[in-house]
């Protein structure tokens, strides 16, 4: 069993940052394809990008440019970095291990069927 171990979330004005983190002390998470998702009450969990293990990233269309989602090898950690958060990036942020290798495509990682493990999860609020 893997267990994936998030950090950071909180309080956030609009305009602001947050960086979050997701680690992982039985699994090496550069051997998997590291997604990042949110959730919100009543609504599917959405995709939002992921690090491949080839470290090349692929993002969803609308955080293009505001999220980025890196990974530091020597930590064992992947980060997923917000930049001029809005109100509605108020969410549960997750992260998620997918074992898969390959090329694979934008929809496939996409589908949150397709991951593995699960983050606990962190909540981020953005407050005007």
């Known amino acids: 069993q893997v267990q994936l171990v998030q950090s950071g979330g909180g309080c956030v004005q609009v305009g602001g940052s947050l960086n979050l983190s997701c680690t992982s002390s039985?699994?090496?998470?550069?051997?998997?394809?590291m997604g990042w998702f949110r959730q919100v009450p009543d609504k599917e969990r959405e995709f939002l990008g992921v690090i491949k293990q080839s470290g090349s990233t692929l993002y969803a269309d609308f955080v293009k440019g505001r999220f980025t989602v890196s990974r530091d090898n020597a930590k064992n950690t992947v980060f997923l970095t917000m930049n001029s958060v809005q109100i509605e990036d108020t969410a549960v942020y997750y992260c998620a291990a997918d074992l898969a290798s390959g090329r694979l495509a934008l929809n496939y990682h996409a589908n949150r069927r397709n991951y593995d493990y699960w983050g606990q999860g962190t909540q981020v609020t953005v407050s005007s």
């Open positions: 039985e699994h090496t998470l550069s051997k998997s394809q």
